[in-house]
């Protein structure tokens, strides 16, 4: 009896993964050249994934809906998770500024004097404003004495739709501001 169940359970799961609707489209975060290359960093920098909460530290994209809920854009998901894909793009905002060779991923063969490391506090569409709102807290550790020597909270809003491309846009232009900011004042620090 046990083996008749099998076959017909597998068509069941079968029929239910078709019901799914359809699948997401994947969203990045563009590579954008956010700054003249003429950033030149005094020290190696480690740059450490984002933490994030939970609702964050995922691949959904996050809406804000006009009565404070929170939910995910329909049919839409990062790349990766959000927190790995903030990281790789902080990277390249300091690469694309100038100082390629002097900054990394954490756990990368890099002797880095310094750790930035980052806190995602709102990666989310505003779906009654239209717009993206990206906030994150910044802080620059010297990696001898484990010593926050600067900190700061970085946000940005840009605008856009509540929903699809558009919405997604928005998300990426905010942060691009923000990384324009944070690469600026992490070069004034270190």
């Not at 790349?79 to 694309?96: G, H, K, T």
Request: aromatic share 4%; glycine share 10%; proline share 5%.
């Amino acid at each position: 009896m046990g083996r008749q169940l099998i076959p017909g359970l597998s068509v069941i799961v079968f029929l239910l993964a078709g019901c799914g609707g359809p699948p997401p489209i994947t969203y990045d975060l563009a590579q954008r050249d956010i700054s003249a290359k003429t950033l030149r960093l005094r020290r190696q920098l480690v740059i450490a994934e984002p933490s994030a909460l939970q609702s964050l530290d995922s691949d959904k994209v996050l809406v804000r809906r006009p009565d404070g809920t929170l939910a995910t854009l329909a049919h839409a998901a990062w790349s990766d998770r959000l927190p790995r894909l903030v990281q790789s793009r902080m990277i390249q905002a300091f690469e694309n500024a100038g100082a390629v060779g002097q900054v990394g991923p954490s756990g990368a063969s890099i002797s880095a004097n310094t750790t930035l490391e980052a806190e995602i506090r709102l990666f989310e569409v505003d779906a009654g404003a239209g717009q993206g709102r990206v906030e994150f807290a910044a802080r620059l550790v010297d990696t001898t004495s484990g010593r926050i020597t600067a900190a700061r909270i970085f946000h940005a809003e840009a605008a856009g739709g509540a929903e699809g491309p558009a919405a997604v846009s928005s998300l990426d232009q905010a942060l691009a501001q923000a990384l324009g900011d944070l690469t600026r004042w992490t070069a004034a620090h270190i």
